[in-house]
């Protein structure tokens, strides 16, 4: 059983007992939290696309921490004009194990 859920703007497709990394939330670690915007359940071949989400149907996670991805370096060069900028982002995720899906 799978299902496809929309977390904070992004979607993914999440499986019982697996980990992400969504963009940042604002709970704190351990908490549980739960997700109603499923867009898609998929039950051993049964398929319910929501219009725009799946009624009844919630996916609850567990926040195991906060981290922060790899780092992007972003440099910027004109030739001949003596200008170079260099900057560096590294985004911040929250971890998720995903608990339950449930109709």
Known sequence: ???IVDIAGKQFK???DQEIFAPLMNEEEGADVKFSNVLLVDN???VQVGSPTVK???V???ILEHVKGD???VF???KR???KVKNGHRQQFTKLLISNISK
């Open 76 to 78: 910027k060069k004109k």
């Open 1 to 3: 059983m799978y299902a």
């Open 44 to 46: 051993d071949g049964k």
């Open 56 to 58: 009844g149907v919630k």
């Open 71 to 73: 780092k992007i370096v």
């Open 60 to 62: 609850s996670a567990k």
């Open 81 to 83: 004009k003596g200008y």
């Open 14 to 16: 999440v499986v019982k």
